[in-house]
Nanobody, 121 residues
Framework: QVRLVESGGDSVQSGGSLRLACSAS????????MGWFRQAPGEEREGIAN??????TSYADSVKGRFTISKDNAYTMYLQMNSLKPEDTAMYYC????????????????WGQGTQVTVSA
């Protein structure tokens, strides 16, 4: 069974950094594409980054150059977020699927519960 658990959300000031983590079950981590979405109040969910089983990454333009997705061999995926802006404020969700795609068109089936990121001006 796929199980995803996010952590690391917090409140920071503009220009600050945060690192989110997503812990995945062994089944998910080994063969699936994984990634991050976010959703702000009143907004649609936005795919921001993903990484496939070969380590190939894809980013949304809104975070390119500021956010970095990675994963390690201990079944954890990370999202390093630098130069945070108030518009980055959202609930951040970890996601996974057996099929990968560019982040703009990726539609994963498996989701975590989310972790809140709040960036103040």
């Amino acid at each position: 069974q796929v199980r995803l658990v996010e952590s690391g959300g917090d409140s920071v000031q503009s220009g600050g950094s945060l690192r989110l983590a997503c812990s995945a079950s062994e089944y998910t981590f080994g063969s699936d594409a994984m990634g991050w979405f976010r959703q702000a109040p009143g907004e649609e969910r936005e795919g921001i980054a993903n990484i496939d089983s070969d380590g190939v990454t894809s980013y949304a333009d809104s975070v390119k150059g500021r956010f970095t997705i990675s994963k390690d061999n201990a079944y954890t995926m990370y999202l390093q977020m630098n130069s945070l802006k108030p518009e980055d404020t959202a609930m951040y969700y970890c996601a996974a699927d057996e099929v990968d795609d560019l982040i703009g068109t990726w539609a994963p089936d498996y989701w975590g519960q989310g972790t809140q990121v709040t960036v103040s001006a």
